[in-house]
Nanobody, 123 residues
Framework: AQLVESGGDQVRVGGSLRLSCVGSGYNWRDYCMGWFRQTPEKEREGVANVDTDGKTTYADSVKGRFTITRDHVKNTLDLQMTDLKPEDTGLYFC??????????????????RGQGTQVTVSS
């Protein structure tokens, strides 16, 4: 099984990016799927997740700016990011787990995760 992210880039403040994660080798329809980000200076941070029923949860820092969506058939997970800020810089990776919601954002714990895609926001 594999999760592969794409879409990371370097953008200016206020810009937008769309990240994608494609799952292969397994259908994650029975798992919560989410995005996390990490930088050398900060601890890993849960960004957003979406449960098997479509319920979404966002970190306070990205609410209103990021939108997470998943496609059970295509086995994909997307993150539309708008109004990007320098503090959004980081390595973004997708992950799957049985738990979901606020708890998973806060405590992590992955059944599987990808290698990540780099997002850099510059002023």
């Amino acid at each position: 099984a594999q999760l592969v992210e794409s879409g990371g880039d370097q953008v200016r403040v206020g810009g937008s990016l769309r990240l994608s994660c494609v799952g292969s080798g397994y259908n994650w329809r029975d798992y919560c799927m989410g995005w996390f980000r990490q930088t050398p200076e900060k601890e890993r941070e849960g960004v957003a997740n979406v449960d098997t029923d479509g319920k979404t949860t966002y970190a306070d820092s990205v609410k209103g700016r990021f939108t997470i969506t998943r496609d059970h058939v295509k086995n994909t997970l997307d993150l539309q990011m708008t109004d990007l800020k320098p503090e959004d810089t980081g390595l973004y990776f997708c992950a799957v787990a049985r738990e979901c919601g606020v708890a998973w954002l806060k405590y992590g714990g992955f059944s599987w995760r990808g290698q990540g895609t780099q997002v850099t926001v510059s002023s």
